[in-house]
């Protein structure tokens, strides 16, 4: 069965929209845990907005299995080591308002190379974001990276007529990875509505990450169900 990941950034958003301590994030990840979540992600960027180092470690304590995104900078390489995460995702700052990430473009990241080193030799699994293509799968098996997240955004934002081409063009990036023998998740947008469509076009990724959509589900049913019926469009 596919991993779920639990991405708690909407979380950490509505905490700091709401100008107090309500939300809890360590909570959150105890709750999600329970109803079957395999790992609980925060992402940090350099600002340490809205994700703050400190919830990094909190969470860090109250998981099983818990994933970190970051900017390969490094300042947040720091983070990464001291937390020790069980996967560690790099990845772009993305264009958002709200805080968000976006695909890395591994031709043209400086630095990248020690940094990935570090998190090897630190024996942390180490995947990149990235947009679903062949090329970037190529580069990504090149720079020795473990895994592979290919972003969805685009595609689920998609006219549903202007999807087909999309999906066989992450259906290629995915047969590709799986070859090269890296972890394959999907992340990106992904919700109730289209999951199982993004599914039946890449049926060999290992994990898939969701975020928004589950925590704005929880508002209405409660955490627990929203969790439990994203675990079963899994199957």
């Not at 925060?42 to 299995?65: H, I, M, S």
Request: aromatic share 2%.
């Amino acid at each position: 069965m596919r991993s779920f990941t639990l991405e708690l950034d909407a979380l950490a958003c509505l905490r700091e929209g709401a100008g107090g301590g309500e939300v809890d994030l360590t909570s959150a990840a105890t709750l999600a845990q329970l109803a079957g979540v395999d790992a609980v992600r925060l992402g940090v960027n350099p600002e340490r907005y809205p994700v703050r180092e400190e919830d990094v470690r909190d969470v860090r304590r109250a998981a099983r299995r818990f994933e970190l995104r970051m900017v390969p900078t490094e300042s947040l390489l720091k983070v990464a080591l001291e937390t020790r995460p069980d996967r560690v995702l790099l990845a772009a700052d993305g264009p958002d308002l709200l805080p968000s990430a976006a695909p890395l473009d591994l031709r043209s990241v400086h630095g990248l190379a020690p940094i990935l080193r570090a998190l090897t030799d630190a024996g942390m699994a180490t995947s990149a974001l990235v947009a679903p293509e062949l090329e970037s799968v190529k580069m990504a098996h090149g720079e020795g990276l473990t895994g592979v997240e290919f972003y969805t955004g685009r595609i689920v934002d998609l006219p549903q007529r202007e999807r087909r081409a999309e999906f066989e063009k992450l259906g290629d990036a995915v047969r590709l990875a799986a070859k090269t023998r890296l972890s394959i998740g999907l992340v990106g947008n992904l919700g109730y509505r289209v999951l199982r469509d993004v599914l039946d076009a890449a049926p060999a990724v290992d994990h898939v990450v969701v975020g928004r959509a589950a925590i704005a589900r929880s508002v209405l049913v409660g955490l627990d169900r929203a969790l439990r019926d994203l675990r079963a469009l899994l199957t």
